[in-house]
């Protein structure tokens, strides 16, 4: 019958339109496999929760030692800024006419600071520091 | 420690050195048409060259430079003025910047020498064989490119600008010139891959609503970036008006997010994690977020929304006659076209419009004008962009009164130009 043999030759076509295009979409087959080594190697972020933080520990007291010894050229002997940004205070000042935005007064969530300094953001820990170490600076920071 | 660290006292240097360069370069050339900028202003005395009608001039008489004696382009002597404008004593590896100098250019492309800079940490020296984009997080298959991978994918070419999300400050001391004022500001034809593409050749899980982008230079400097814009109008760059991406500007990779805030478009582009929440970095929650005047601030606040300003006249030009002058200048959106641009000759009592150049394009710069006669007296101008979506670009006061002067990004305020009796142009709003 001519209209059953319209309906399947529309199908047809709409088949072909359909069938088209799909070659020419993903995947293509591009790239290879990244191998769960590779991934942790360059898979640096600590997230807001604290994920994927290196291993160790460090005490307040160890913490200040380090970051009188990487820290305070940049930062200040008591985190107070230089050519670094100012680290700690500032607490209460937000909503006035001078708001000091610091680590203690500005930013949302403490784990960013691991995020930050061993990830290598921070100019002088990329070369100097080991993830252990990196991980040490941070507890005084926070605490002030 | 602040984002930018331009006084005026380096802005009022970096333009008495201009003046002396394009002064001497000049030297002996006239001023064509009524409009001259500082440095053209040196060369106004015209001086008996012989090269002057009725004269046969110099260049003409023997054979010019041959094929070959520049094997990669450069602008002609007599423009070496137009360079990008860096404020002097940047902390170099923390925070630098060099502008485009908008007033000194036509049309809406800004070309690779002149697109403006931004870094964190310097400007690395990549290998494109030796660099490598890694896909993973919330996908099924966790994958590696080289940049030969990428630049087998289907590509694509599109306009776009891209725009510092601090340009300029809220606070005085305000510039001087339209490149002091709002010079983190570039556009250029882009070529590389939808994101969507390389995406679903790792395959989205469910939960995938955000991706990390994290670029190979010595900032590291992280991004997340919500899953709808990736899927949308999201690319890869490889190439910049033609040619290769240049070093400060990614090479050879970035992110484009077309109309998103400057420092989102990931340059250097080493890793990209699918993750169901964004990562929180230093420049997602310390820098690039808001500070409203009650202590609360606003955080990822990607859109570049829609602004204008006059290049031509300008601060630092000079009307050098009374009558006819062309007023053009460039308008964008990070929300899509431009749909009207007014302006305003009368600091701002009545409003025109103003013809726009085609194409107009989403996302990209768009070229206005308006003819003027100037009748020499004192007088204020003004343009005020209106985009696609409605919205008409707000004057600094408006700003102001929202978000207090302690803001420091986002700042799409109208910017007027006083042009005095002599025909100097100056900021009106310094």
Redesign the interface.
């Known amino acids: 019958m001519p209209t059953r043999e319209l309906c399947i030759a529309m199908l047809v076509l709409v088949g072909l339109a359909g069938g088209a295009p799909a070659q ?5 087959g ?5 191998t769960p080594a ?2 942790a190697g ?4 600590v ?2 929760y604290g994920n994927n933080l290196p291993p160790g520990s460090g005490t307040v007291s160890r913490g200040h030692e380090v970051f009188d010894q990487q820290c305070a050229a940049c930062h200040g002997a008591k985190g107070e ?1 230089g ?4 680290l700690v205070g500032g607490q209460g000042t ?2 006035t ?1 001078k ?1 000091v ?1 610091t ?1 203690g007064s ?4 403490a784990p ?1 600071l691991f ?2 300094i061993p ?3 921070c ?1 002088r820990t ?1 070369r100097n520091l080991s993830a252990m170490q990196t991980s040490m600076p941070s507890p005084p920071i926070s605490s002030i | ?1 602040t984002e930018t660290t331009d006084s005026d006292n380096d802005l009022a240097v970096t333009t008495r050195r201009r003046l002396l360069r394009e002064g001497g370069a000049l030297m002996g050339g006239a001023v064509l048409g009524g409009l001259a900028s500082h440095a053209a202003l040196a060369a106004t005395a015209e001086t008996d060259s012989g090269n002057l009608p009725p004269n046969i001039p110099e260049w003409m008489k023997a054979p010019g430079e041959p094929m070959g004696s520049q094997l990669y382009g450069a602008p002609s002597p007599f423009e070496k003025g137009v360079v990008k404008n860096i404020p002097k004593n940047l ?1 170099q ?2 925070s630098a910047s060099g502008r485009t100098p908008l007033q000194d250019l036509d049309g809406i492309i800004t070309p690779n020498g002149l697109f403006y800079e931004r870094h964190h ?1 310097g400007v690395p020296a990549i290998d494109p064989a030796q660099h490598r984009l ?3 997080g919330l996908v099924d ?5 080289t940049m030969e ?1 990428i630049r ?3 590509s694509q070419s599109r306009i776009h600008f891209l725009e510092c999300s601090g340009n300029p400050v809220y606070k005085k001391p305000y510039g001087k010139t339209a490149s002091d004022l709002v010079g983190l500001l570039s556009c250029a034809e882009w070529t590389g891959v939808s994101l969507k ?1 390389v995406l ?4 989205l899980q469910p939960g995938a609503k955000w991706v ?1 982008a ?1 670029g190979a230079d ?5 991004r997340s970036i919500p899953i709808e814009k990736c899927l949308d109008d999201a690319m890869l760059v490889y190439s910049q008006n033609g040619e290769r991406l240049r070093p400060q500007q990614g090479y050879p990779l970035r992110l484009l997010l077309p109309g998103f805030e400057g420092n989102m478009n990931v340059k250097w582009l ?2 990209l ?1 699918v ?1 169901a ?1 964004p ?4 420049e997602e ?2 820098k690039y977020t808001d ?1 409203m ?5 606003r955080e990822f606040t990607f859109y570049m929304e829609a602004k204008s300003i006059i290049t031509r006249p300008s601060g630092g030009q000079k009307l050098n006659t009374p009558g006819f002058h062309e007023i053009s200048g460039i308008a964008w959106s990070g929300h899509g076209k431009i749909k009207r641009v007014d302006v305003s000759v009368d600091d701002g009592k009545s409003w025109q419009e103003a013809e726009l150049q085609e194409p107009v394009l989403t996302r990209a710069l768009t070229r206005f004008r308006l003819p003027w006669h100037w009748d020499g007296q004192p007088a204020v101008i003004q343009s005020r962009a209106v985009d696609e979506t409605g919205y008409v670009q707000p004057t600094l006061a408006e700003l102001i009164a929202v978000r207090g002067d ?1 803001h420091f990004y986002h700042n799409n305020a109208i910017w007027p130009w006083r042009i005095a009796a002599s025909g100097e142009v100056t900021n009106a709003n310094a």
């Open positions: 020419a979409q993903s995947p293509f591009i790239g290879r496999p990244a590779e991934i360059w898979n640096i972020d997230d807001r800024g050519v670094g940004d100012r937000l909503a006419k708001p935005r680590v500005y930013w949302p969530y960013t995020d930050y990830a290598a953001r100019r990329r | 420690m902390p590896y923390i940490g890694m896909l993973h298959k966790p994958l590696i490119f991978d087998r994918f289907p593409l679903q050749e790792a395959g990390v994290e010595a900032a590291v400097l992280t080493r890793r994690r993750a929440e990562t929180y970095s230093r929650t310390s500070l005047p009650d202590g609360t601030a302690n």
